[in-house]
Every structure is written in C-alpha cells, then in structure tokens.
C-alpha cells in the first residue's frame, strides 16, 4: 500500500481529505474515491463520507478494500 500526497487526478484507490479552511467540496473523480474524509457537511453520493479523526472507520475501509482485492485477484 502506499499513501502518496496529491495524485487527485489520479485513477489509484484512495480516501480524499477535505478541510473546511481549504475547501468545501471534494475534487477527485468519484470512480477512485474509497472514502472522503472531511472535518465540513459533504454529501459524495456513491461515496462514503468519514471524520478527519475517525480512523478506525478508515482502516476498516482500507481492509475491506485490500480483502476484495486479493478476493479477486486470486
């Protein structure tokens, strides 16, 4: 697993960050997003939205995301 800094554009899996002092909405394609983690009232249809701080919420996502994928990969 790697957690690269930007690489919004980018198709690779990933949790968007979304602070209220830089911005109020998310940016990425909803397509990568695994989750927007957002500290600000976000609605990502499709996507779930997490706290900044909620982070056992997203490890369970990452670990759902690496399971299915050695599921379909194999």
């Known amino acids: 697993m790697i957690l690269p800094e930007g690489q919004k554009a980018s198709d690779y899996p990933k949790i968007e960050l979304v602070r209220k002092a830089v911005s109020r909405r998310n940016v990425c ?41 050695n599921r379909t990969d194999k």
């Not at 695994?34 to 369970?60: F, K």
């Open 29 to 69: 394609k909803a397509e990568s997003l695994l989750a927007v983690a957002t500290d600000t009232e976000l609605a990502c249809h499709g996507v779930p939205v997490i706290g900044l701080s909620d982070y056992e919420e997203a490890a369970r996502i990452i670990l759902d995301f690496i399971e299915k994928k």
